[in-house]
């Protein structure tokens, strides 16, 4: 359970205070070599630099030896000011407090941070994997946490209104506070129920991507 990384999720939700949207998008850093995701990720992160958000990469505590994957791109990124690589094992209540929204596709921190925080994760797929896909939607997109894009300007709108649109803020909030209350277990059981989500998840996740 623990190489999960979710020792911590259940005082994270009990200890988290939902607050307005700041200024920092959170990528957490996966092996995403296939399908060109890699390059549309870091292009993201360049475009939401420039347009002066704070970018924050989340290398897996486990596996770091993925930062060598990432590393010129890493060096390029940490000329902007406004760039943090964070290699902690467990994102800070600090800074998810600090998050606008959370930027993958096949990570399981874009389930674990909508519970925590009570803000929607951009599920960014892959222009290939749109094609290509079977019941992607249907096994890991829920509405309640996530919202699906697949180009990067309508990924940067989006941030532009999760960050400055109160209305849309606490519409996300009382979607996932539904879901929390009526498709999930209680916070006893949470570790569980995660960790058979998320083994689900990588099963589904596998064949698609084989």
């Known amino acids: 359970m623990l190489k999960l990384g979710y020792k911590s999720i259940e005082n994270d939700m009990k200890n988290y205070s939902w607050t307005q949207h700041t200024d920092t998008i959170i990528i957490p850093i996966t092996e995403n070599k296939r399908y060109g995701f890699k390059d549309m990720l870091v292009k993201f992160a360049k475009i939401l630099l420039e347009n002066g958000f704070r970018v924050l990469f989340k290398a897996h505590y486990q596996h770091k030896e993925l930062l060598n994957t990432y590393e010129k791109d890493i060096q390029n990124l940490s000329e902007y000011q406004n760039f943090v690589l964070y290699t902690k094992p467990h994102l800070s209540l600090d800074e998810l407090k600090r998050s606008i929204t959370l ?3 096949r990570s399981s921190l874009n389930y674990t941070y909508a519970l925590i925080t009570k803000k929607p994760s951009i599920l960014l797929i892959p ?29 940067l709108q989006m941030v532009k209104i999760l960050q400055n649109d109160s209305n849309v803020q606490k519409l996300h909030k009382k979607m996932i506070e539904y879901y929390i209350q009526n498709e999930m277990y209680s916070y006893d059981d949470i570790l569980e129920f995660i960790q058979n989500y998320h083994l ?4 589904l ?6």
């Open 103 to 105: 930027v993958e596709f």
């Open 127 to 155: 222009p290939s994997i749109t094609k290509n896909r079977t019941n992607l939607k249907n096994n890991f997109y829920n509405k309640n946490l996530h919202i699906e894009l697949t180009d990067l300007n309508s990924a």
């Open 200 to 203: 689900k998840q990588l099963k």
């Open 205 to 210: 996740r596998k064949n698609l991507l084989d």
